[in-house]
């Protein structure tokens, strides 16, 4: 029997359509179904890499480990990782396909993708008793409806009980859901199942006198009502990057003072995420200099433009502040691109980065970077070579980086008999393509304890939990969470299966 679909839509993009579909995965898996995520077409800056090397988004991911299934391409057959002037990498089962602007992506692309998607979702249906699919922005875009591939035209090929989710928060509740339904066609209206309102903070009580005018208004029941909830779960969409985690801390709030440049085109910023669980650590997301001061530790991100945001970068008078840093004694770590821009030289032979020009790095590292064409993408293991520190973690690059002196020793021995990154002689500057470097806890819990010798402060204790128990526990915080706040009996009714718990 094909697996029974169930499908979260949003009433916009960042209404939490993500964490409501890894909360039913994990409730699903809870409760003994065998259950596995979908999106057909994402559009995302956070990837996630699978084992065999595919590039998904990282939701997918995310949902799948929520589901405790494996991740594979079928679950985000098509990628989309914006790039400059509305061109965006077009990654097609894991792969990099082609770069295309909106435009053509729009008029020449989309006919040719639904026989990918179907396919996907075909394969899903076999293997699986429940698919949890997630819409995309709003299926009431009117000006893409025609082309959307990802909201209701995949409803009606999963034949999916759709769950329209509006985010309270951000204000106007009634009126974005009411203007989502009315923007649908009636064949589009029919497929909406239920409502839930997420994100709430306040009285409960103070909602039902909406909730019933709602319900009578579009006849479609309000399935529950989410409070806000700060769960520690990985995000994709950049607009997670103005949460309230990254709150600017006061210098002096903090023992441990860390910053992150946000770079115009920043990816896989979930990489910082760990330093939020250290004790006296404080966070701070840099978008000038002016707001930079001395941190103890500079992390410069990865990027999906790194010759673009290098200059940027440099426009921005970072170049200077970065060097004034290194003289000062911060810490200074950069990931993937931010490790291509610590070095010297910068090559694009082949145009692979834009328009073919090389770039000079910031030149803290003796490194040279060659753009080419071969993608890696790549889970991996190494180990420190100061140390017998093994870490895990993955690898999503273009360039291909040498050491062209040996004042600087390569950062990880990987077990694929590879060396990864550099450090400078008194180890004050690392780069790394390491992605995932910092959810290797014992390794961030030593950094941050060497951070704390140097101020003169105690060290922390080396008893942390791994970052997979850390994640198992918000997923069954968020499953918890939410199975206390939606009708999970009506729920099931939707997808005509009987209650498991």
């Not at 259950?35 to 996630?48: D, E, G, T």
């Not at 329209?164 to 649908?184: E, K, M, P, Y």
């Not at 840093?325 to 145009?351: H, N, S, V, W, Y």
Request: aromatic residues 6%.
């Amino acid at each position: 029997m094909p697996a029974k679909s169930i499908m979260i839509q949003g009433t916009a993009s960042d209404v939490g359509k993500s964490m409501i579909c890894t909360a039913l995965c994990r409730i699903f898996s809870n409760d003994g179904l065998r259950v596995v995520p979908f999106k057909s077409q994402n559009m995302a800056l956070n990837s996630f890499v699978t084992e065999d090397g595919g590039e998904i988004g990282r939701a997918q991911g995310v949902q799948a480990e929520a589901a405790r299934v494996v991740a594979t391409t079928d679950m985000n057959p098509i990628l989309l990782k914006p790039k400059q002037n509305m061109v965006s990498e077009v990654i097609v089962h894991g792969k990099h396909f082609l770069d295309m602007d909106a435009k053509s992506y729009r008029n020449k692309f989309v006919s040719d993708a639904m026989p990918i998607v179907e396919k996907s979702v075909r394969k899903l249906q076999e293997a699986y008793d429940v698919i949890v699919l997630e819409g995309a922005g709003s299926p009431a875009e009117i000006n893409l409806k025609d082309r959307d591939i990802a909201n209701m035209r995949m409803a009606h090929l999963a034949d999916a009980a759709v769950v329209l989710v509006a985010d309270i928060d951000r204000g106007g509740v009634f009126a974005s859901i009411i203007g989502t339904l009315a923007l649908l066609d009636d064949a589009e209206r029919a497929r909406v199942k239920g409502i839930v309102i997420n994100k709430f903070r306040g009285m409960r009580e103070l909602l039902d006198d909406g909730i019933t005018w709602l319900e009578q208004e579009t006849g479609i029941p309000v399935l529950g009502v989410v409070p806000y909830m700060d769960v520690n779960i990985e995000a994709e969409d950049s607009l997670a990057l103005s949460a309230l985690r990254f709150k600017k801390p006061k210098k002096d709030e903090f023992a441990i003072d860390v910053a992150m440049i946000r770079l115009p085109r920043i990816s896989n910023f979930t990489d910082v995420d760990p330093f939020f669980d250290e004790p006296e650590v404080g966070v701070r997301l840099i978008a000038n200099v002016s707001e930079l001061g001395t941190p103890d530790l500079l992390i410069v991100p990865g990027t999906k433009s790194t010759i673009d945001d290098l200059a940027w970068l440099k426009a921005q008078g970072f170049d200077l502040a970065i060097e004034n840093l290194r003289a000062c004694g911060t810490k200074i770590i950069g990931i993937c691109g931010g490790f291509q821009m610590l070095g010297e030289t910068l090559l694009d032979p082949d145009a692979v980065e834009g328009n073919g020009e090389n770039a000079q790095g910031l030149a803290l590292l003796p490194i040279e970077t060659i753009f080419v064409g071969d993608k890696k993408t790549v889970q991996m293991s190494g180990t420190l070579t100061d140390s017998a520190m093994e870490l895990t973690g993955y690898e999503i690059h273009l360039g291909r980086t040498t050491i062209l002196r040996e004042e600087v020793s390569p950062f990880l021995q990987l077990a694929d008999g590879r060396v990864d990154g550099a450090v400078s002689a008194d180890g004050q500057v690392i780069g790394s393509y390491f992605h995932g470097l910092f959810h290797n806890r014992l390794f961030t819990r030593k950094l941050v304890n060497e951070l704390r010798v140097k101020k003169g402060l105690t060290l922390l204790t080396s008893d942390v939990k791994s970052d997979a128990e850390r994640r198992e526990e918000a997923y069954n915080m968020l499953a918890k969470h939410v199975r206390a706040n939606i009708d999970m009996e009506k729920v099931y009714e939707l997808l005509n299966l009987e209650v498991k718990a």
